[in-house]
């Protein structure tokens, strides 16, 4: 549930002040466990997307039998829930107008306690992680998944040189710092069904293990029928951190 901690180690909260942050993060969200400073690794990885010094990891998986969005909306529910350093976002100093300020002599020339922080976001809904449904990435997706098919359908790595070019280096405060793809099968067009998936994410709060517990734990969500009736709507929305948050 959302009431689960977010944190992994002790922090001197005083050392980061909540005033570059409000109201964005909150005393009350830092004091449930639901934001906190970035550690030293997850930080670094923070200021490398700032950057733009890399832009993504991914992994792709096939599924036995093919889902539907809105058992893939379930089953991400309940992961959420259970895992809530999914549902988290990172937010910047001087948010939003944060590159402005991580590109301004006052940065550079300041010393400062330079961890941004990290919070549960305040509502996600399906469209916020999947990627075929964000407009902005609409022309790119298309072009990976007609290379995919024109490779038969195989997880090649002409896919996976287009799937390097998706990047999270904005923080917009609101999704989190991952995505899923779904990719076509034969049979599968304009079915709204899907067996192969991509996971996509910076480093910030995730790497290759972490991409790899994503799917089991996708895969164990999806069999549990609980899971797949548990809180789900017609507009598709995963978590709502002011109803949630005492689940």
């Not at 107008?97 to 550079?108: A, D, M």
């Amino acid at each position: 549930c959302l009431h689960s901690e977010v944190q992994r180690i002790p922090y001197n909260f005083d050392m980061t002040s909540l005033e570059e942050y409000e109201p964005y993060v909150t005393q009350d969200m830092v004091d449930r466990g639901h934001a906190r400073p970035l550690d030293l690794l997850e930080d670094y990885f923070a200021m490398l997307l700032r950057q733009r010094m890399y832009r993504n990891f991914n992994m792709y998986a096939e599924l036995s039998q093919t889902i539907t969005k809105a058992q893939l909306s379930s089953a991400f529910r309940s992961m959420l829930l259970q895992y809530p350093i999914l549902a988290c976002t990172v937010i910047p100093k001087k948010f939003p107008n944060y590159e402005t300020f991580y590109n301004s002599e006052e940065f550079y020339n300041t010393p400062y306690y330079n961890r941004d922080y990290v919070k549960v976001s305040q509502r996600i809904d399906l469209h916020d992680v999947l990627l075929n449904e964000q407009l902005e990435h609409k022309e790119l997706v298309e072009e990976i998944c007609a290379q995919f098919i024109e490779d038969n359908y195989e997880y090649t790595g002409k896919t996976v040189e287009l799937l390097g070019a998706i990047s999270f280096s904005k923080f917009d405060g609101r999704r989190p710092n991952w995505r899923v793809l779904c990719l076509p099968s034969p049979g599968e067009k304009g079915t709204e069904v899907f067996s192969k998936l991509v996971y996509i994410s910076n480093h910030c709060l995730s790497d290759g293990i972490s991409g790899v517990n994503f799917f089991k734990d996708l895969t164990r969500f999806l069999t549990e029928k609980e899971s797949l009736s548990q809180g789900h709507n017609d507009d598709y929305n995963i978590i709502d951190y002011l109803e949630d948050q005492d689940n």
